[in-house]
């Protein structure tokens, strides 16, 4: 069997209140291999954005092991945990988070420009994630001059500039109306088929999951129920 990109045994978050230890989530565990569309499900409040926190590793678990494209995510120090974070994955929110002054283009390559990649080919990078996603002719438009299912494909594009190994999606589809929704997820499905990249998708809409994802974990108060 190979290796999986993601792995989780156990897995535990557990946070400090005034009325004692809340556990957030619960003894989770999951792999997931190359290339596959996971959805995790569930409603508010069950552990989802805690586990997706975790995923992306953006917060530490109490308890339990994450291994993430083979690296332990526990053993790693700040500085290790941060470039593996940027070099591994690659973010889809709820908002687009687009600047708005700067071209669909110098949106996408932003990234680009973090990880120290010469002006000529982060543009040419960019501009080829825009046609993949079907906007390479609004590649100079500002983000206000196209629709929002548009700018959530361009937000796509900006997270798989870095070719990441895993891509993240936290419920992004919450800020479009039924038609683009529905629009939008087939484009993610289409792009995550063409791209071959392993995929997590956070969303609370069971026909959404079912629709689009090659399995599917539901959560409830913290802890994996199938």
Known sequence: MTEAVIRVEG????????????????????????????????????????????????????????????????????????????????????????LPRMSLQDNVALPLVYAGVDKASRRARARRLLERVGLGQYADSLPNRISGGQQQRVAIARALVNQPKVLLLDEPLSNLDARLRLQTREEIRRIQKETGITTVFVTHDQEEAMSISDEIVVMKLGVEQQ
């Open 11 to 98: 897995l535990g978050k557990s946070y400090q209140t005034a009325a004692g230890e809340f556990p957030a989530l619960r003894g989770v565990n999951l792999r997931v291999d190359g290339g596959e569309y996971l959805a995790i499900m569930g409603p508010s409040g069950s552990g989802k954005s805690t586990f997706m926190n975790l995923l992306g590793c953006l917060d530490r678990p109490s308890s339990g092991a994450y291994f993430l494209a083979g690296a332990n995510v526990a053993e790693m120090d700040r500085d290790a945990l941060a470039r593996l974070r940027n070099h591994t994955l690659g973010f889809v929110f709820q908002g687009f988070n687009l």
